[in-house]
C-alpha cells in the first residue's frame, strides 16, 4: 500500500540526524517536552509556537515520528496537521483544551498523506474546523477516500487570526506532493515546512507523489518569501534554521 511503502522509505533511509551547531542554539533550552506520553509529545520551540510529534506505528518497523505545530495566542491555538491517528488527536485537544483552556479554532492539513490527516476525525468531533488546499481535497476524494477529508477550503492562501495575531498557509508549488502548503507565523518567524522540507541530513525519502523538477524552485520562493525566518520545522526529524532549506534545495538539484 502507498502509505505503508511511504513509512518504509522514510525508516530504512535513516530520516532522523543532527542538528547544525546554529539551529542548536536557535532552540537551546526547547527540548524539554511540555506534555509526553507513549503516543504524544509536545515541545515549546519559540514564544507562542509549539511542535507536536505523533507516532505511526508501522508493522515491522515499529513507531514513525510524525510533527506538526501549535500556534498560541492568548487564549486561542491554530494547529498544523492533525497527529498520525485518532487516539493521539484526541490526546492534543484535550492537553490544549482541558489543561492549558485554550480554544482550538482550526487545524490545518498540509497535505494529503495520512501524517497529516490521520486524526482530523477527533478535530470534528470537537465542532473545529479543518482547513486544507483545494488540491489536498480533490486528491483525498480519488487517492484516498478512506481517510478523513478536511472541511474548508483555500487555493494558494489563507490567514487565520489567533487572539490579535495572523498564521499564514500557503502553497507555493509541488515538491513532496502536488498539493503541499507550508504554515507561517511571522511573530517568531517560525516556519512549518511539513514534509516539503527535510531534516538536516535525510535522504529523499518517499517520492511516490513527488515532483522532483518542481521540489527545489518551491523550496527557493520559500526562501525568497520569508528570508526572516529563524526556525523550521520539517515534516519528520528535528527542527533547523535556514539550513534546513538550503539543504533540501541541495538535496533534490
Known amino acids: 500500500m502507498m502509505i505503508r511503502s511511504f513509512f518504509t522509505i522514510l525508516i530504512s533511509l535513516g530520516l532522523l540526524s543532527k542538528l547544525s551547531a546554529e539551529t542548536s542554539d536557535t532552540l537551546k533550552g526547547t527540548d524539554k517536552p511540555v506534555y509526553q506520553s507513549q503516543t504524544l509529545s509536545i515541545t515549546q ?16 518497523f515499529g513507531k514513525v515520528p510524525c510533527n506538526g505545530i501549535i500556534v498560541v495566542n492568548g487564549n486561542q491555538a491554530v494547529v498544523f496537521d492533525s497527529p498520525a491517528d485518532d487516539v493521539s488527536a484526541e490526546e492534543l485537544i484535550s492537553f490544549l483544551t482541558s489543561k492549558r483552556k485554550l480554544d482550538i479554532i ?24 479543518s482547513y486544507a488546499n483545494s488540491r489536498t481535497i480533490n486528491i483525498l476524494k480519488t487517492k484516498e477516500p478512506q481517510l478523513t477529508q478536511p472541511e474548508y477550503t483555500f487555493t494558494d492562501s489563507l490567514i487565520l487570526k489567533v487572539g490579535n495575531l495572523q498564521v499564514y498557509a500557503g502553497f507555493f508549488g509541488a515538491g513532496h506532493t502536488p498539493d503541499n502548503v507550508v504554515g507561517y507565523f511571522a511573530a517568531d518567524s517560525v516556519l512549518f515546512g511539513g514534509c516539503l522540507i527535510k531534516e538536516q541530513g535525510a535522504q529523499k525519502g518517499n517520492l511516490n507523489d513527488a515532483d522532483l523538477k518542481a521540489w527545489p524552485s518551491t523550496v527557493q520562493k520559500l526562501k525568497q518569501r520569508f528570508p526572516e525566518v529563524k526556525i523550521v520545522v520539517p515534516g519528520h526529524g528535528k527542527p533547523g534554521g535556514q539550513n534546513l532549506l538550503d539543504y533540501t534545495i541541495e538535496l533534490f538539484k
Do not use: M, W
Not at 498523506?113 to 473545529?128: M, P, Q, R, S, T
Open 45 to 60: 520551540i519559540s514564544p507562542h509556537v509549539y511542535l507536536h510529534t505523533s507516532f505511526l506505528q508501522i508493522e515491522s
Open 106 to 129: 482550526a487545524v490545518v492539513a498540509t497535505h494529503f498523506h495520512a501524517d497529516c490527516v490521520g486524526g482530523l476525525k477527533a478535530f470534528h468531533d470537537h465542532n473545529i474546523r
